[in-house]
């Protein structure tokens, strides 16, 4: 299956910073959205981009999408340690209805 | 406003022994559905999705099947377990055009011995 590939792996950093972490993918897609996974539990919806947006924003988060590129970008800002999760990228091709693809995830540790 | 429930919440299970993980959604109706499996420290895979009752589409060939017996109900199941099957299995569901967001259960952590 063709997963969308996230970069890095894992990242720490301290309360008050900016984390960024970035998702690749390889084919024409619908739309593309993140979500965030606290240890152990499921997945919870951030953001939704389709493929004609640029950026999108949800209170600290923001979130582009480069078609040309094939990549989009997620940052948030003034980070808590309530932030800490890993960080999923999951798109949907225009192959393939209501079915999405998922990345491997970042996981983000924010320490106070 | 819409509700997932998925249980049990864990699962321990012997090989060769049989499944049914059961997920139900509340506050909607015609939900896409889905099953993904997680590996440890890996992103979803997707095993099932139905947009109706009796309509199941598999994405991999496996030990496992689903139903749908109900509009709202959707069911993991496997006749016989293998030690490959185990994992953090999720359910989710989707409005019904296509271009929505998911929305998960808190998932099902199965170990096989």
């Known amino acids: 299956s063709q997963q969308g590939e996230e970069d890095p792996q894992a990242l720490s950093i301290q309360e008050g910073e900016n984390a960024t972490m970035n998702c690749s993918y390889k084919t024409s897609i619908n739309n593309l959205q993140w979500y965030r996974q606290n240890s152990g539990r499921g997945l919870v919806h951030l953001i939704l981009?389709?493929?004609?947006?640029r950026e999108k924003h949800s209170g600290r988060l923001r979130v582009t999408l480069d078609t040309s590129k094939k990549s989009s970008s997620l940052l948030i800002t003034a980070s808590r340690a309530a932030d800490t999760a890993s960080y999923f990228c999951a798109y949907m091709t225009t192959d393939s209805w209501g079915k999405l693809q998922f990345g491997a995830g970042t996981q983000v540790v924010v320490t106070p | 406003s819409q509700t997932i429930h998925q249980w049990p919440a864990t699962l321990v299970q012997p090989v060769g022994s049989p499944l049914s993980l059961e997920c139900t959604v509340e506050?909607?109706?015609?939900?896409?559905l889905y099953w993904y499996r997680q590996a440890a420290g890996r992103g979803l895979q997707l095993l099932f999705y139905s947009v109706g009752i009796g309509q199941i589409s598999s994405e991999v060939p496996q030990n496992l099947s689903a139903s749908r017996p109900q509009d709202r109900q959707f069911i993991l199941s496997s006749k016989k377990l293998l030690l490959s099957d185990s994992g953090f299995y999720l359910c989710?569901?989707?409005?019904?055009?296509?271009?929505?967001?998911?929305?998960f259960g808190d998932g099902t952590r199965l170990s096989i011995l």
């Open positions: 981009i389709r493929s004609n947006e």
């Open positions: 989710a569901w989707s409005g019904g055009r296509g271009n929505q967001p998911q929305h």
């Open positions: 506050g909607t109706s015609n939900p896409n």
